[in-house]
């Protein structure tokens, strides 16, 4: 039921908020000052937004919030202290970041406020994904996001907007129109006052006045809470400031504009009335005031001499610690695929927990996912294993919210190549989330994706491997499995880990059958397997290119020439050390993969192995990287196999390390 204005005054606490609202202007001021002191290196403002922090008060504790860095105040009102923000600011050792975010980038795990990140409009997303997950639980929890009135031309805004209606989710999204994106008006980009995006549970609210924000703000809520769906509220506000310190209004905003937007001041504003409603008098309020920057110049001091962050302890946190390892319970009588022992493997994740999500395009039955790997599994559980909307983004970022309020998503991409459309949410929120957070936030989830070519007919966009690309961004593991027991065992480690996983599935050789024993045993992230014993050459590999591996050192071993093969399996974490002993043993190294030369993993490995000292001394001979030509994967089948590594580029880089 909506509240009155009367019960709206009656349960908003004005004074207090009044009290954080001029708190939050005061540390904004105090920041300015400090940047033009040279004590500081950036900073945001969020003047003339504070009247938002009267959403807060309609939350409870176990709500969620997914903030933008200009939501100080609400922030404050959830009950960061100032001190918390100026620790931020001066990025110090014990700021929410450990001083590897920018100011404004808020995050606190006690309050449930998730960790900012700058590309706007990315929190929207897991915000949903949240939201989902206490849908799911019936919680009753609530997930409110905020996002800047520019920010909402961003896709993955409609795509959190859509699934949010679609799945009738917890969840406020709040614009927060201050009818500028930088230096640009919003007026002609404005989504809803283009009409681009309808009407469908939208609230437009002038965002000056606390009372009226606090009321929408309650209402959107109660709503949310029953089941009924998000609301989005548009707040029209004023932005009283520069977009960053490194911008001046002045050179684009006429003065006459500035002027005006100060006149609607919501702080002065809303004393005035207070004051006018007998709530307050101007000598209580000047003293108040007084009161705030004597408070605030006495926190920012404290925190100027605060413990700086320790350089040593920069990489902390990248990754969780390593989980205890179990094999997988699955077996079979027979020989079997990849794709059944996923399954199976999956079968069992949801059995074991039920906070497992599945989620993919077209992967409920009857079709089972477009490999299968799902066949079956939706049947049993048909409200976690979900299709899917067409959107890539959704798909990762729903995974980071869910992941980040314990639940275990293990969410499927069709095929790898498809991840570009997600690249955002997979860069900037999976993982960088516990490393910006210091470990506060987590992101355990599991993508899985098909990948590879050597089947032909698909072209690029079916059958690239990228892993190279992949395995540059700081904070996922990359698994590359190559035989079914492995396939089942790196899925249940990484199921049962801390840490986002790319789970990559070679596509070529994913219906290959062999064996898993009824003794299948546990397979860790990082260690390699030794598919082959040999003497004078080592060849590493993975995935596909397994397949060019064992036929090349058959051929080989005609020749008297043992070839040992070294699968690393996942390449990141990579096994070096297993590398490294092998190369101790034979003297010679050829590194085999079927993604592109340049910037291919096979070039850390060759790095690798040839910058270390110790390990320079192991070899005979130059070491040789045989890849894909750095060209796309087109569709003929001529031509795509004209690209990749074939026997005879693998035979003639072996005997070469021989001569």
């Known amino acids: 039921m909506e509240l009155t204005l009367t019960e709206t005054r009656a349960a908003l606490p004005a004074r207090p908020l009044l009290h954080l609202m001029a708190l939050a202007r005061e540390g904004d001021r105090r920041e300015g000052i400090l940047l033009r002191q040279n004590k500081g290196w950036f900073q945001v403002s969020g003047m003339g937004h504070e009247a938002l922090a009267a959403i807060v008060y309609a939350l409870n504790p176990d709500d969620y919030l997914f903030p933008y860095y200009r939501d100080r105040a609400m922030v404050?009102?959830?009950?960061?202290?100032?001190?918390?923000?100026?620790?931020?600011?001066?990025?110090?050792?014990?700021?929410?970041?450990?001083?590897?975010?920018?100011?404004?980038?808020?995050?606190d795990r006690p309050r449930n406020i998730f960790s900012g990140s700058t590309p706007t409009a990315s929190q929207c997303l897991p915000a949903a994904g949240a939201a989902w997950a206490f849908q799911m639980a019936g919680t009753g929890q609530v997930s409110v996001t905020s996002v800047g009135d520019a920010s909402i031309r961003q896709g993955e805004f409609y795509e959190a907007l859509a699934f949010a209606l679609q799945e009738k989710l917890p969840c406020i999204f709040?614009?927060?129109?201050?009818?500028?994106?930088?230096?640009?008006?919003?007026?002609?980009?404005?989504?809803?006052?283009?009409?681009?995006?309808?009407?469908?549970?939208?609230?437009?609210?002038?965002?000056?006045?606390?009372?009226?924000?606090?009321?929408?703000?309650?209402?959107?809520?109660?709503?949310?809470?029953?089941?009924?769906?998000?609301?989005?509220?548009?707040?029209?506000?004023?932005?009283?400031?520069?977009?960053?310190?490194?911008?001046?209004?002045?050179?684009?905003?006429?003065?006459?504009?500035?002027?005006?937007?100060?006149?609607?001041?919501?702080?002065?504003?809303?004393?005035?009335?207070?004051?006018?409603?007998?709530?307050?008098?101007?000598?209580?309020?000047?003293?108040?005031?007084?009161?705030?920057?004597?408070?605030?110049d006495e926190d920012y001091r404290r925190a100027e001499a605060a413990v700086d962050p320790d350089p040593v302890a920069v990489t902390t946190h990248l990754f969780g610690p390593t989980s205890t390892v179990s094999a997988p319970p699955v077996e079979f009588n027979e020989p079997t695929t990849m794709v059944a022992a996923v399954n199976q493997t999956l079968r069992h994740a949801l059995e074991e927990n039920n906070k497992v999500v599945i989620f993919g395009e077209d992967i409920e039955d009857p079709k089972g996912g477009v490999f299968g790997l799902t066949k079956g599994l939706s049947q049993v559980f048909p409200n976690r294993v979900r299709n899917a909307p067409l959107a890539e983004a959704t798909i990762l970022g729903t995974a980071v919210g869910l992941a980040s309020v314990g639940w275990t998503p293990i969410f499927e991409i069709q095929f790898t190549d498809f991840l570009t459309p997600a690249l955002n949410q997979l860069m900037s929120q999976a993982a960088s989330l516990r490393w910006r957070s210091c470990g506060a936030w987590q992101c355990p989830m599991v993508i899985i994706a098909p990948y590879g070519a050597y089947l032909p007919g698909g072209s690029l966009w079916h059958s690239e491997s990228n892993e190279g690309m992949w395995a540059h961004i700081h904070g996922i593991n990359v698994v590359i499995p190559s035989t079914s027991a492995d396939a089942a065992g790196l899925l249940w480690t990484a199921i049962h880990g801390s840490n986002p996983t790319l789970f990559l599935l070679p596509k070529h050789i994913f219906r290959k059958r062999n064996s898993i024993s009824a003794a299948s045993e546990a397979v860790p992230l990082g260690k390699a397997a030794i598919r082959r014993e040999g003497a004078d050459v080592t060849l590493v590999t993975w995935g596909n290119c397994t397949e060019l591996a064992e036929e090349a050192a058959e051929i080989m071993s005609k020749e008297n020439v043992g070839v040992e093969?070294?699968?690393?399996?996942?390449?990141?974490?990579?096994?070096?050390?297993?590398?490294?002993?092998?190369?101790?043993?034979?003297?010679?190294?050829?590194?085999?993969?079927?993604?592109?030369?340049?910037?291919?993993?096979?070039?850390?490995?060759?790095?690798?192995?040839?910058?270390?000292?110790?390990?320079?001394?192991?070899?005979?001979?130059?070491?040789?990287?045989?890849?894909?030509?750095?060209?796309?994967?087109?569709?003929?089948?001529?031509?795509?196999?004209?690209?990749?590594?074939?026997?005879?580029?693998?035979?003639?880089?072996?005997?070469?390390?021989?001569?």
């Open 76 to 107: 404050l009102a959830r009950g960061v202290s100032n001190y918390e923000l100026a620790l931020a600011y001066h990025a110090k050792g014990d700021s929410s970041s450990g001083g590897r975010q920018m100011p404004g980038h808020f995050s």
């Open 174 to 296: 709040v614009i927060e129109d201050n009818h500028y994106g930088i230096s640009t008006p919003t007026e002609r980009y404005h989504p809803y006052r283009l009409g681009a995006l309808g009407d469908a549970g939208l609230v437009h609210v002038d965002a000056h006045d606390p009372y009226r924000v606090h009321e929408v703000a309650s209402a959107a809520i109660d709503k949310a809470r029953r089941g009924d769906g998000p609301t989005v509220l548009w707040c029209e506000i004023d932005r009283l400031c520069s977009h960053t310190s490194s911008d001046d209004q002045r050179l684009y905003r006429p003065a006459e504009e500035i002027a005006a937007d100060l006149l609607r001041d919501p702080i002065q504003t809303f004393a005035r009335r207070l004051i006018a409603e007998g709530l307050l008098t101007q000598e209580d309020w000047e003293a108040e005031q007084e009161e705030i920057v004597q408070k605030v």
């Open 565 to 659: 093969i070294v699968d690393l399996r996942s390449i990141v974490p990579c096994d070096y050390e297993t590398v490294a002993m092998s190369l101790k043993k034979t003297g010679r190294l050829v590194v085999v993969h079927e993604d592109a030369r340049t910037t291919g993993f096979g070039q850390s490995i060759v790095t690798e192995m040839t910058s270390n000292a110790q390990y320079w001394n192991y070899f005979l001979s130059p070491p040789q990287l045989v890849a894909r030509k750095d060209v796309h994967i087109p569709y003929h089948p001529k031509l795509e196999y004209a690209v990749l590594p074939d026997i005879d580029q693998v035979l003639s880089a072996i005997r070469l390390t021989m001569e």
